[in-house]
């Protein structure tokens, strides 16, 4: 016969695991994960084989505490809005298993934390940590239900991680951390757009103004604006080449993975159909990483 405090524990799992899992749906997990890592191949890119592992370490733990309390925040704001869509209706404010108090709680707490560890690896690095933050959370998230200037706003805070990551090592902002911001910058508009695409009645329905619609459907324009923004890529990899910032094997590399990604761009903007858009979405999911890590190991 079991003890009665084992009982307890026993009954108190599934309410563990429970708020555990409703946690992991407010800091956006995936993508925070993603988040962390492009700053720290940004580190590294900067750092090469001189990189210091705590370094390294505190900057990941930062950055992740930081953008856990930017996604909490946006759920926060979000959360009546998040309950019409069914992709986000099942997240703990939405769903109402979480209060607001404790979620805007979390996000303090993350958020103090998180900029204490950047400051520890120095003063720019926290920085670029509160304007991410802060561009995401109060400018991006409710610009969304009246511009899709949204995207463009969005897609500095979705950058500046990699810049972060460089400020780590550098300690201050290099023409090379610049140049893969900007990269990262460009990379997001077809990325956003495309998921946009496939998304478009569940955010139309929320109120979200994402994607630049005539007569309450989807501009045919999104692939042709996509592809422009996909070609501006070119420009910068040429200059990195040309000012020796980056072999002749990592700008062939990065130059034939963007050429496959314009590609992708000027077929949705053909065939503006669900199948371009959703290859168009898989393969920018590849295209950064590939890209930050061809630029780190070559």
């Known amino acids: 016969m079991k003890r009665p405090e084992i009982q307890s524990q026993v009954k108190s799992l599934p309410l563990f695991y429970s708020k555990m899992t409703d946690y992991v749906m407010l800091v956006k997990l995936r993508l925070s994960v993603v988040v962390v890592f492009s700053s720290m191949l940004g580190y590294l890119i900067a750092a090469g084989n001189k990189f210091d ?66 400051a520890m690896i120095n003063p720019l690095a926290a920085t670029l940590g509160m304007v991410s933050l802060v561009l995401y959370s109060f400018i991006y998230t409710p610009l969304k239900r009246y511009s899709t200037l949204a995207v463009a706003v969005g897609a500095i805070p979705g950058a500046l991680p990699v810049l972060i990551g460089f400020a780590a090592f550098e300690h201050k902002i290099t023409f090379l951390a610049f140049a893969i911001f900007v990269i990262q910058f460009l990379w997001q508009f077809p990325h956003f757009w495309s998921i946009g ?102």
């Not at 707490?109 to 900029?115: A, F, K, S």
């Not at 103004?209 to 692939?223: A, C, F, M, T, W």
């Not at 992708?264 to 503006?272: E, Q």
């Open 197 to 298: 695409f496939l998304s478009f009645d569940e955010y139309k329905k929320a109120g979200f103004k994402l994607l630049p619609e005539i007569d309450g459907e989807i501009d045919r324009s999104v692939g042709r604006v996509s592809a422009f923004y996909s070609l501006l890529i070119f420009p910068v990899v040429t200059v990195l080449y040309s000012l020796e910032a980056a072999s002749v094997y990592a700008s062939l590399i990065v130059a034939v993975c963007t050429l496959v990604y314009f590609l992708l761009c000027v077929r949705l903007d053909r065939n503006f159909d669900r199948n371009s858009a959703l290859k168009l979405m898989l393969y920018s999911f590849i295209y950064l990483p590939v890209i930050l890590m061809t630029y780190w190991l070559l």
């Open 53 to 118: 592992l705590l370094v390294l370490l505190l900057l990941a733990l930062g950055g992740f505490l930081v953008t856990a309390s930017a996604n909490t925040l946006n759920q926060v704001l979000e959360r009546d809005y998040d309950v019409l869509m069914s992709r986000t209706s099942e997240r703990p404010l939405a769903a109402g298993r979480m209060k607001t108090s404790e979620a805007v709680l979390f996000a303090g707490i993350t958020c103090l934390l998180g900029t204490g560890i950047l």
